[in-house]
């Protein structure tokens, strides 16, 4: 059934493309293209090991092959911890990220907050608050804040993260703005997402543009145990096609599966399948 409404959806891996072989992030991007795909998040999970010049051929890639880019940070950050120079090496790496992002024209960098290691939730609310008005501080002076920070939605019930915490941190500081991770909520949720209810609070906000992660997902009581692929159906994925376009939306999902790319072209199906069109400046539907 064609559908009828306006929305614009980027889809795409996180980090390279596993069918690709060699050229790195540059060689990623190329090859997102060529699958058919229209965004990358380049990953720095150990550390931002990207010089400021390849931030720039990436992002002259990206223009060519008309692929939108985001980034991650490293994943070795904890804004919460009781030792400031954890807070601080988190910071920078945040920001170096950020620097990259720049260069890269991409337009977001993810991160996790970090765990409340015995804070209370409101306590643990404020820090991130003031780290985060820091962070804004420096890319102000820099001139980065065309790149927005995007606050994870956690998977763990320990993690400062819930989307409510996310959207009370945007409320003061619209520099940061909340990564939806569909998995993360579905197991912080005991299983359970219902994807109309998130972006009715998304919509109150009125956020030009959503940055997401989509996999399917392992978990306990304790919450995310493992990433796993999209065919699990936990959670769903076509309820969530089928919100997008009702609501018309402008998103991005990131495909952080074991099979990245491949649950990306798996979504590109479903949505083709309810009419949409992939275009350089987003699915068309």
């Known amino acids: 059934m064609k559908c009828m409404s306006v929305a614009k959806i980027w889809l795409g891996p996180a980090g390279i493309p596993s069918q690709c072989k060699g050229g790195g992030s540059v060689g990623g991007i ?3 293209n060529e699958l058919g795909l229209n965004a990358m998040e380049v990953e720095f999970v150990r550390g931002v090991n990207m010089s400021l010049a390849m931030a720039k051929e990436c992002g002259e890639a990206a223009k060519e092959f008309g692929v939108r880019l985001s980034v991650h940070a490293p994943y070795y950050i904890n804004l919460l911890s009781k030792n400031k120079d954890i807070i601080e090496a988190s910071k920078k790496r945040i920001l170096d990220s950020v620097e990259r992002a720049h260069l890269m024209h991409a337009g977001i960098v993810a991160f996790h907050a970090g765990y409340y290691t015995g804070l209370a939730k409101r306590d643990a609310l404020e820090i991130v608050k003031k780290n985060c008005d820091d962070m804004t501080t420096v890319m102000e002076k820099n001139g980065w804040l065309d ?3 995007g606050l994870e939605a956690s998977g763990k019930h320990s993690a400062f993260g819930y989307l409510d915490e996310l959207l009370a941190v945007n409320e003061e ?3 940061c703005v909340p990564v939806l991770d569909f998995a993360h909520i579905f197991a912080k949720n005991y299983g359970k997402i219902d994807y109309g209810e998130i972006f009715n609070k998304m919509e109150i906000k009125k956020f030009n543009h959503l940055h997401t992660h989509f996999s399917g997902i392992e978990f306990t009581d304790k919450g995310e145990r493992m990433h796993i692929v999209m065919a699990s159906n936990k959670p769903p994925f076509e309820p969530l096609a089928h919100e997008i376009l ?5 998103i991005t999902i990131i495909s952080e599966s074991p099979i990245t790319d491949i ?11 309810l009419g949409c069109e992939l275009e350089t400046k987003g699915f068309k539907c």
């Open 30 to 32: 190329k090859c997102c």
């Open 147 to 149: 790149v927005k920070l």
């Open 173 to 175: 500081n619209k520099q």
């Open 246 to 250: 009702r609501r018309k939306l402008s």
């Open 263 to 273: 649950d990306s072209l798996a979504m590109k199906k479903i949505f083709e399948n």
